[in-house]
């Protein structure tokens, strides 16, 4: 069996779902649209910048909906997969997950945004492992804007996939081919411990990288 992950944002949808998330919560009047709005815009050119305080940046990102009954969120939540999310989903990233899955590929979807946020876009890609920053709840079950364990950010990302397929009782030696697709140079810890890097609507800096070391480039969205 091969394994193949996948990067979610500029990846498998060209846009970024957290960003988006975000400017959404500003659109229903859930955060102040000129101060919030600004500050997440700072924090996704740190994100692009290779520079983002990830911590700080989820307490950011949570707080617009975490106060609110979780019944809320989630109805909120699924107006943004109707309105802004399911547009996003591309046949190109479709058509790309199911040659894999009709290969017997075992599949990931890696991402360093939120599980609340990308749970719901993984189902619908129909993509049966997620892998993405989990949130802390408190004893009630609320929210509380900080980290559970380690993120999948970074070198993050191989730590929890590390720990993902020790659950399924395998290792990255069980599989032939271990295929990673990501945009970013912030995925450049995952990227080289995959046998087969696919750099997938590159960013220019990841880009460069890919020529510079012979990895395939892929173009998924015109």
Known sequence: MNLTLFDLDGTLIPVDSDHAFGA???EVGWADGAAWGARNDEFFAQYNAGT???PAYVDFATSAWRSRPLADALAMRER???EVMRPALRPEAVALIQRHRDAGDLIALVTATNEFVTAPIC???GIEHLIAVQLQRDGAGRYTGAIRGVPSF?????ARVDDWLRGLGAQWRDF???TFYSDSTNDLPLLERASHPVATNPSPSLARIAAERGWPQLQLFA
């Open 24 to 26: 959404f919560m500003v």
């Open 52 to 54: 983002l305080d990830l």
């Open 80 to 82: 943004f997969m109707a």
């Open 123 to 125: 189902e619908a890609f």
């Open 154 to 158: 970074r070198e993050g990302k191989i």
């Open 176 to 178: 032939g081919r271990v």
